[in-house]
């Protein structure tokens, strides 16, 4: 204490060293229990009644979150999903949607609220894969690629960030592709479509970071899904590891980037090893 019965300089810092250290283990204690523990949290996967979509709605399931299956066309395939996580105990709906269309999109959300509550978890995953020379692409096939795969993920994304941003809290992963780095196989509209869902990570992971939203992308190559063994330009020689990837490793890779809270703006590569960074 000094003569007027102030702390010392010395004494201040002392205090302010032991503040910190109080504050950054009462952080890490909030983090690692945040990180450990979905339970409570409601995930939105769009376009997952199967393959990587499919792999990522269970795989959040079984890490403790309540998930809404999204689906186009298949019904009984989401339902089939639906099931599944269901025997981890937690709840789970399917719900018809073209998140391709703002009143569709709309519905959606408005049902995931009212059936499991705010949407903290957001997997960007439905999307088309239309493969095609670059001579035989229409206007229309444009159109539609761009439309299932980015304007989707826009759509999606802007409807649920209000509620995100308002409880200080979120988790955005966009499905990507190997396509946006190398071109691919499919054709210039889709490599186009999954570069735009890059640059719309950015954009959204920049502004959002202080909010405790984070925005990441995965972009997998030649993973064994039905959209890719349909695609005669898929090869196995074409991944330096001799194999096509399984939904299971994208889903853990969707699962860690949902758990940690430091990661943001961000694009994890799972494609064995085609495109290296």
Known sequence: MDGRGWPSPRGWRHRSRFLCRL?????????LRRVDDLKGKVALVTGSSRGIGRAIAIALGEAGADVVVNFLRRAAEAQAVESEIRQFD???????ANVSSASDVERLVRECEERLGAI???????????PQKMEEISERDWDDVVAHNLKSCFLVTQAVLPG????????????????AQ??????PHYAASKAGMLGLTHYYAARLAKEGVTVNAIAPALIETEMVLSNPNA??????????????????????LVRNGYMTGQTVN????????
């Open 270 to 277: 799972v494609n064995g090893g085609w495109f290296m960074s």
């Open 164 to 179: 995100m941003r308002a409880r200080h809290w979120g988790r955005v992963v966009n499905l990507s592709s190997v396509a």
């Open 235 to 256: 090869r196995r020689e074409n991944i330096p590891v001799c194999r096509f990837g399984l939904p299971e490793e994208v889903a853990q890779v969707a699962v860690m």
């Open 90 to 96: 937690r709840r789970c709906f399917n719900i018809q």
């Open 182 to 187: 190398v071109g691919g196989v499919v054709g």
């Open 23 to 31: 504050a950054t283990r009462d952080l890490r204690v909030c983090i």
């Open 120 to 130: 903290d978890i957001l997997v960007n995953n439905a999307g088309i894969s239309r």
